[in-house]
């Protein structure tokens, strides 16, 4: 099999032994790998890095750990060898360039199952977001944990030079340098100057000090420009696989294997939906099946018969996802916005929205519903009531707006102490129970999911359904658990 | 004058104000070195009409195209859109955008929660202030910290103001980039749900903070006794509801509640007891050593709408465009004149056109500085863009 999908002019040296190809535990994955491999190592490898991004993505959204802190890491190294995946939790735990047999092979898989990745994420937008998401927590972890020499090779390696400013030059600029950057004893450290679009994430968090378009960053920062090369970079390969995806799949078992791979992690992406729901049992359903974030905008929609356009798109493809048909969504918004405004202005402002939602004006896209995730991180402004409660309420607010649901007090306080952690999917998890009186711990990723899960409950569902799942799950951690022990022999 | 201003005449106005004061000359070297190296064609324009219909991916090759589609569709409103890689109006499925102007928009709507003086679409010369604020902030960070250079000032026509920036670096900036300026010029956040809506944290004030707060600064009081921020007994919880550390709020609210009604009074006293608060309390100061600074933010940081800066091809309405619902032109202003700009002596389409309307004179005056106020910002653009070229020919020449 040939793992290559690259353009013409980037062939890979294909002589030459692991050393001259894996110089370093860290890689760029700028070259495809070009060797053949079986169909069960190629399947081994996808999973196990599977694997290692879930891990990531269950510290970091699940557990809501700080990402890079020390718990953080504990966490996922702790994880990895748990599961088996002793190469990865060396990999990850620290990045050097030592030259044994089983470095150059942990380089090695990680190399090839990073490329396989690709294959089975590059489908579409959602998919692509959440890997280029988790591939670089990891890059980061890993530039982070690199020992002096190595980053040494590692810049020489890839070719990266940069010239840092002279004494003079920073002695003029040192107040600004410690007011705007966040390290200590920026004295002893040596400035680098880089323009400040390479450095998007500490622009973002107004963490470096910029002058004149450009970014003045210690060495530190320099995983900060990394990683954003090392974004785009992804995320362009990431677009170029996708067109060539027809070639590969080819082949019906890769295709079954790379469709699957995803779905048996990201699940439903809620966007086409074969329940209908009538308009006329929202009211109820918002009280036990609906999340919080849902609620508020369905109370709000009631109260005020209007939204503005963040809370009409996230509350809209929610409806969309449970199952409401556009023509009743029309009715719907219809009914609640001409209690303020004319029939006109709403055919005329809103109506093409709610088509768009449904993918019938613009660029016609099937659009699906927002996962918490990206809910989390929208941008509320004011007079705005979308976004997730737990992230963009006062924590008053939404003690408030709790009891007010009649809320058990002590479940009130639960769901408080989490969000106050910061933890908000865990506190979704606490509201689920306590509406639905139960103690389940769900881990909520997406509204529609809450919805679903509250409807098998509600419907009787829900034990069968978990006992199902537990099973299957169980079944194919062992069948992982078993690859895993021939690998390990290797090493 | 306003009151004169009658919507349904504007099918008969718009004609001629678009042949004999629209600057169309300026606009197309302003929106075409704007596209560069895409050909002018190739931006999008979009126009609704005096029924509502709405015409997108509409595009001029040159000034007399565009004058021809002026008279054609008597556009009411006008909107400038992003540079594609083809002319916009054909191939649209397959069509990218390649560029597109920096820009903020800053609506007063959103200061309703602070401002006392109007609300909603209402504007006075006391809340515009808010507006001369915010011009200021941006464009000196725009300046100072990106190194932006050709930066357009405009009044939206009704209740804000947008900016556009046409510097190469800030037009080819992608989505990530946009959203990275966004945020770091951003600092209320939040919405219905939070009342308190900036946070600095404890750390050292980041340096375009710090300037911020200068300029803030030199308008606070004067805005604080236009508004009367804390004067009534709502305005007085608002300010309560952004001290986190419930001591102090019940001493704040002690004193306070006793005080005379002007807000500068309650203000310098609020500072006093924060400040022996904080010498008496070390300990509690992590929370609120920057409280003082949050609330002026909160009550005179611009408000972006981050979402319009974030978008790559978010359609803004154009310079020069009529505003439909005041009649009011969108002009061009110098951000170091925004202090001095008066609303009433905005140019309307009506003033212009009638000779005899009284305040015409004047109108026409403001008309001719803000035409001015244009190109001067598109002479630098063509001048930074013939540069630009050049040194782009030098580096392939080099290679
Ligand atoms: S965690 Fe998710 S489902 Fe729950 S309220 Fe927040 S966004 Fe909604
Ligand atoms: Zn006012």
């Not at chain 1, 303020?340 to 613009?362: C, H, P, S, T, W």
């Not at chain 2, 979009?46 to 004058?67: C, G, H, M, P, W």
Request: aromatic share 10%.
């Amino acid at each position: 099999m040939d793992l290559n999908i690259r353009r013409k002019s980037t062939r890979a040296p294909v002589t030459g032994s692991l050393i001259e190809t894996y110089p370093h535990d860290l890689q760029m994955y700028k070259i495809p790998p070009t060797e053949n491999i079986s169909l069960q190592e190629f399947e081994t490898l996808a999973l196990e890095r599977l694997t290692l991004l879930r891990s990531l993505a269950t510290a970091t959204t699940l557990k809501g750990l700080r990402a890079y802190s020390d718990e953080w890491k504990e966490y996922v190294i702790s994880d990895l060898r748990n599961q088996g995946l002793k190469y990865y939790s060396k990999l990850f735990e620290i990045s050097r360039c030592g030259a044994t047999e089983a470095d150059l092979q942990a380089r090695r898989k990680d190399h090839i199952a990073h490329f396989i990745l690709r294959l089975a994420y590059c489908r579409n937008e959602e998919l692509r977001r959440w890997f280029v998401a988790r591939e670089l927590e990891l890059f980061k972890m890993r530039f982070i944990n690199m020992s002096g020499d190595a980053v040494e090779t590692f810049f020489k390696l890839n070719n990266l030079c940069y010239n840092n400013i002279s004494e003079e030059e920073k002695t003029e600029i040192i107040t600004f340098l410690r007011e705007s950057t966040s390290h200590p004893n920026i004295e002893n450290m040596k400035f680098y100057k880089v323009k400040f679009f390479e450095v998007l994430d500490l622009v973002k968090l107004r963490k470096v000090f910029l002058s004149g378009g450009y970014a003045y960053i210690p060495h530190k920062d320099f995983v900060s420009v990394l990683s954003a090369q090392f974004r785009t970079h992804l995320r362009q390969s990431l677009a170029v696989a996708c067109h060539h995806l027809g070639e590969i799949e080819q082949d019906e078992r890769l295709v079954c294997l790379l469709k699957g791979l995803h779905q048996s992690y990201t699940g439903n992406n809620y966007a086409d939906t074969k329940a209908v729901v009538p308009i006329e049992s929202l009211d109820s359903l918002s009280v036990k099946s609906f999340p919080l974030c849902m609620r508020q905008l369905h109370d709000q929609l009631r109260l005020a018969h209007h939204l503005k356009h963040g809370g009409r798109l996230q509350y809209g493809l929610f409806m969309k996802g449970i199952g409401v048909t556009l023509e009743d969504s029309l009715r719907f918004w219809r009914e609640e916005f001409t209690k303020i405004m004319d029939l006109d202005k709403f055919e005329k402002q809103y109506a093409y929205n709610v088509r768009y939602n449904y993918g019938k004006e613009g660029s016609k896209k099937n659009y699906s519903p927002f996962s918490c995730l990206r809910i989390i991180n929208e941008t509320v402004g004011p007079g705005d009531c979308h976004g997730c409660p737990y992230r963009h309420c006062d924590v008053s607010n939404l003690k408030n707006k709790l009891q007010g649901y009649g809320l058990d007090p002590q479940a009130v306080n639960d769901i408080v102490d989490v969000t106050k952690k910061g933890h908000y999917q865990v506190a979704c998890s606490k509201y689920f129970d306590a509406v639905h009186s139960i103690d389940l711990g769900l881990g909520i990723n997406h509204p529609n999911q809450f919805f679903e899960e509250s409807q098998k409950l509600i419907k009787g569902e829900i034990k069968v359904e978990i006992k199902k799942e537990n099973k299957a799950t169980v079944k194919k951690e062992a069948l992982e658990e078993m690859d895993f022990d021939e690998i390990s022999e290797w090493n | 004058m306003v009151g004169q201003y009658d919507e349904n005449l504007l099918s008969d106005m718009l004609p001629i104000y678009y042949t004999k004061f629209f600057p169309q000359n300026v606009f197309c070297r302003w929106l075409s070195c704007g596209s560069s190296p895409q050909p002018l064609a190739n931006r999008e324009l979009s126009f609704t009409l005096a029924d509502d219909v709405y015409l997108r991916y509409l595009s001029i090759s040159n000034q007399k195209e565009l004058q021809t589609l002026f008279q054609k569709k008597c556009p009411h409103k006008l909107d400038i859109g992003a540079v594609y890689n083809t002319k916009p109006s054909i191939a649209r499925h397959d069509s990218v955008v390649l560029a597109r102007e920096l820009v903020f928009d800053i609506d007063l709507t959103d200061y309703d929660e602070v401002r006392t003086c109007c609300q909603e679409a209402k504007v006075c010369q006391k809340c515009w202030k808010f507006m001369v604020v915010a011009c200021e902030i941006l464009d000196k960070a725009l300046k100072d910290d990106f190194g932006f250079q050709s930066i357009l000032w405009v009044f939206s026509g009704r209740r804000g103001i947008h900016c556009w920036v046409s510097d190469y670096e800030a037009r080819t900036l992608d989505s990530p980039g946009r959203g990275a300026v966004a945020d770091y010029l951003c600092l209320i956040m939040g919405g219905e749900n939070q009342s308190k809506k900036v946070h600095l944290g404890s750390d050292n004030l980041h340096t375009s903070i710090r300037r911020a707060l200068n300029i803030i600064d030199k308008y606070f009081e004067e805005i604080l006794q236009d508004q009367e921020f804390f004067a009534t007994a709502d305005g007085l919880k608002g300010l309560l509801k952004l001290i986190p550390d419930e001591a102090l709020r019940t001493q704040v609210e002690k004193k306070l509640e006793k005080l005379p009604e002007s807000s500068l009074e309650r203000w310098k006293h609020f500072v006093n007891v924060y400040e022996g608060y904080c010498r008496e309390n070390g300990f509690a100061m992590r929370k609120i050593k920057y409280l003082v600074e949050e609330i002026k933010i909160q009550y005179c940081y611009p408000r972006l709408d981050v979402n319009v800066t974030k978008g790559f091809n978010h359609l803004l309405k154009s310079p020069f465009s009529i505003h439909p619902k005041t009649g009011k032109v969108s002009i061009v202003f110098k951000p170091n004149n925004a202090r001095r700009m008066k609303l009433d002596e905005v140019p309307t389409i009506h003033s212009l056109l009638d000779d005899s309307a009284a305040d015409s004179a004047q109108h026409q005056n403001n008309m001719k500085t803000s035409v001015k106020n244009f190109q001067e910002v598109v002479f630098s653009l063509e001048k930074s863009e013939a540069m630009r070229r050049k040194t782009d020919a030098n580096i392939s020449i080099d290679f």
